[in-house]
């Protein structure tokens, strides 16, 4: 008989460990409610830099940074990098002001409509983030990342109807699962 209660106590105690174990995997996961919570940006190799698509300190200046001019550097993909990390430290007035900037070098790269988007949201600046992620839809509206950031933001602030138009073109436009189970996940959160 002992030995029975100790094999029940050192499986409860185990499946206690297991559990914490998993929570504490996931628990970012859940506490960033869910993708889309790291931007993915994809720059077309096409794209160049123009003398004229240089930062001042006047561009600087609009959105409060603290980083000097001559630190932001004029290649897509080291700003794109940049952002990346500023977004990822939830530096996220420096990242949408890069993530701006890169709209200059590629105005129709959808994934950067994407991340200045989510970015804006983030800041509070919700109406603006509406207009970015419809701008990016317009130039490719079959790109099912942007409707999931679409739709997460409408879910956010309460438009639970524009919220499940987006999540339900998420679900059924794109060939990504996991963004699918995203926006099937979001959808069966709504009232």
Known sequence: ????????????????????VVFAVTRQYYLDD???????????????????????????AIFNLSVPAQEIPDDPVQISRQANEFF???????????????????????????????????LGRSDEALQRLNEGIVVDPNHQRIWLTLGFVNKELGNTDDARAALTTAMQIGADDSIRKSAEEMLQDLP
């Open 88 to 122: 990822a430290t939830a530096q996220y007035e420096q990242a949408a002001a890069l993530y701006e900037r890169l709209l200059g070098f590629g105005p129709d790269n959808v994934d950067t409509y994407n991340n200045l988007g989510i970015t804006l949201h983030y």
């Open 1 to 20: 008989m002992a030995r029975n209660n100790k094999f029940w106590t050192m499986l409860a105690v185990f499946q206690l460990v297991f559990g914490l």
């Open 34 to 60: 869910g993708p889309p919570t790291t931007p993915t940006v994809n720059l077309n190799n096409d794209t160049a830099t123009t003398p004229n698509n240089t930062v001042t300190e006047a561009d600087l």
